[in-house]
C-alpha cells in the first residue's frame, strides 16, 4: 500500500467525521431514539467506536448509538443542545460543562488515564522566535487547562504564550501552514505531529493523574436507560478490551481506519495511556480525581463553584 502524506491523512480525517456529524445531526434532534453519545478520535475512546462496529447485535443497540465528530466542542455544544445524551469527555471538561447544565452529567465510566498521550507540542525554534509565542487548543477545558499548568510549571522559560482557540482538526494544519507555534494535542495527531519534527515540551505524564477520561451521561437519560445502558457499556468494554491491548488484527484495521496510524503507531500510542473501564468507585476513585482537578479549575477561574459528578451507578443503587 502506498504511504499516504500527512494532508492526505488529515482530509480522509476530515471527510470522515464531517460525513459522521452530518449525519448525527440529521439523526437526533429531539425528540429521540436511540440513546446517542459521541466523541472525538482520541485513542482513549476507540474501544467503544470499535466495539460498536464489531460487536453491535441487532435490536439490542438499535438503543444506543456511538458517534465520532471532529472535536470536543462540537459534542459539549450538541450535548447542550439537547441533541446528545452523553459524550466522551476529560473529567476537567466534564466539571466545567456541569457548571450550568440544566440536565447535570454522571460518569457512566472511568475510561482511561492520559499518561503522555496529551502533550503540547512546539516547533524545533521555538525558543529563538521573537515576541509572544501562539499555542492553539480546543475551545473546551482540557486545552486551557494543559495550557495553564504548562505555565504554573515554568515550561515556557519564561515567554509570554498566547492561547489560539482551533479545533482538533484544524492542529495538524496550523501547524504544518506554520500559523502558530504550537499545540495543545492528543493522540492520533500527537504522533503526526512527532513524526514532521515537532517537539514535546510537556505532556500528561508530568500532571500524573490529572488528565482523565470519562464517558459522562445526563442523569435524566441514565435514569431512563440505565439497565440497557449499563449493560450494554460493560458489554462492549469487556468485549474489546484485550484484544485493544494485544493490537489483534481485526482491532488494528478498525483502528487504522479511524486514526490514520499504523501498527508501530498506534503501540507507541497506546502505551501512554493506562485503561480503566470503571464504573463505581470499587475500580477507580472518582471523587479523589475530582477533587484535585476541580481546585485547580476553581483556581484558575474556569469553575465559579464547586461541582458535585458522582458515578451514574450511585443514583441507581449499583455502586458508591
Known amino acids: 500500500m502506498a504511504k499516504l502524506t500527512l494532508p492526505q491523512l488529515l482530509q480522509a480525517a476530515k471527510a470522515s467525521f464531517i460525513a459522521s456529524g452530518l449525519l ?16 472525538n478520535s482520541w485513542i482513549g475512546y476507540q474501544p467503544f467506536f470499535i466495539a460498536a462496529a464489531i460487536y453491535s447485535e441487532p435490536g439490542l443497540d438499535s438503543q444506543l448509538t456511538i458517534h465520532p465528530l471532529p472535536s470536543t466542542s462540537n459534542v ?14 476529560t473529567l476537567d471538561e466534564a466539571l466545567v460543562y ?15 488515564e492520559s499518561a503522555g498521550a496529551d502533550a503540547i507540542v512546539m516547533k524545533a ?19 486551557g487547562y494543559m ?21 482538533f482538526n484544524r492542529h495538524a494544519r496550523m501547524f504544518s501552514n506554520d500559523e502558530i507555534d504550537g499545540v495543545v494535542t492528543f493522540e492520533p495527531v500527537l504522533t503526526q505531529l512527532r ?84 464504573m463505581d468507585a470499587s475500580s477507580f476513585n472518582l471523587q479523589t480525581a475530582v477533587e484535585k ?16 459528578l458522582n458515578y451514574c451507578r450511585a443514583g441507581t443503587n449499583n455502586g458508591q
Open 24 to 39: 448525527l445531526l440529521s439523526a437526533c434532534s429531539p425528540p429521540h431514539q436511540p440513546v446517542n453519545i459521541a466523541g
Open 76 to 89: 459539549t455544544r450538541l450535548m447542550a443542545a439537547d441533541q446528545l445524551d452523553g459524550g466522551f469527555l
Open 98 to 112: 456541569q457548571q450550568g447544565a440544566e440536565d447535570p452529567l454522571c460518569v457512566a465510566m472511568v475510561i482511561n
Open 125 to 143: 525554534d521555538w525558543r529563538k522566535r521573537p515576541g509572544q509565542l501562539s499555542v492553539a487548543h480546543e475551545a473546551t477545558a482540557v486545552g
Open 147 to 167: 495550557l495553564k499548568r504548562a505555565q504554573q510549571l515554568k515550561v515556557f522559560d519564561g515567554k509570554e504564550v498566547t492561547g489560539v482557540v482551533a479545533t
Open 195 to 278: 513524526h514532521s519534527g515537532a517537539r514535546v515540551v510537556f505532556d500528561s505524564s508530568d500532571i500524573s493523574g490529572e488528565i482523565i477520561d470519562v464517558l459522562a451521561v445526563k442523569s435524566s437519560v441514565w435514569q431512563q436507560h440505565s439497565e440497557h445502558l449499563d449493560d450494554r457499556l460493560r458489554f462492549f468494554w469487556d468485549q474489546v478490551i484485550d484484544d485493544f491491548k494485544a493490537l489483534s488484527p481485526e482491532v488494528v484495521k478498525k483502528l487504522t481506519e479511524n486514526t490514520q496510524l499504523n501498527s508501530n503507531q498506534l503501540r507507541g500510542a497506546l502505551a501512554d495511556i493506562r485503561l480503566i473501564g470503571a
Open 293 to 308: 482537578i476541580q481546585d485547580f479549575l476553581l483556581t484558575s477561574g474556569a469553575l465559579s463553584q464547586s461541582q458535585s
